[in-house]
């Protein structure tokens, strides 16, 4: 049974940096593209970023380029979100999930809980 556990968020200042991280467990994701959502209230479950399986290939939604960083350690099947640069609207819960491709980034498994992060202005 596949599961994904995410860790890393909470309360910062807009301008500040998080670094969120993704346990994925049940089965082997070293071969696997892996992708960050997030989740803002009332607000449909959005792509924030994605990694293929070696780290070569990354994709990013416009609204986080230049401020958000994946990565991936494939020997603890963990995918990081280094988030720099927060701003108010990046509030939500965000969410990791294996993706079909960096460019076909449908996810595959349900959603683990999140973690939260809220920005403050």
């Known amino acids: 049974q596949v599961q994904l556990a995410e860790s890393g968020g909470g309360l910062v200042q807009a301008g500040g940096s998080l670094r969120l991280s993704c346990a994925a467990s049940?089965?082997?994701?070293?071969?696997?593209?892996m992708g960050w959502f997030r989740q803002a209230p009332g607000k449909e479950r959005e792509f924030v970023a994605a990694?293929?399986?070696?780290?070569?290939?990354?994709s990013y939604a416009d609204s986080v380029k230049g401020r958000f960083t994946i990565s991936r350690g494939n020997a603890k099947n963990m995918v990081y979100l280094q988030m720099n640069s927060l701003k108010p609207e990046d509030t939500a819960v965000y969410y990791c999930?294996?993706?079909?491709?960096?460019?076909?980034?449908?996810?595959?498994?349900?959603w683990g809980q999140g973690t939260q992060v809220t920005v403050s202005s």
């Open positions: 999930n294996e993706v079909l491709s960096t460019e076909r980034t449908t996810s595959r498994w349900n």
């Open positions: 049940g089965r082997t994701f070293s071969s696997a593209a």
């Open positions: 990694i293929n399986w070696n780290g070569g290939i990354k």
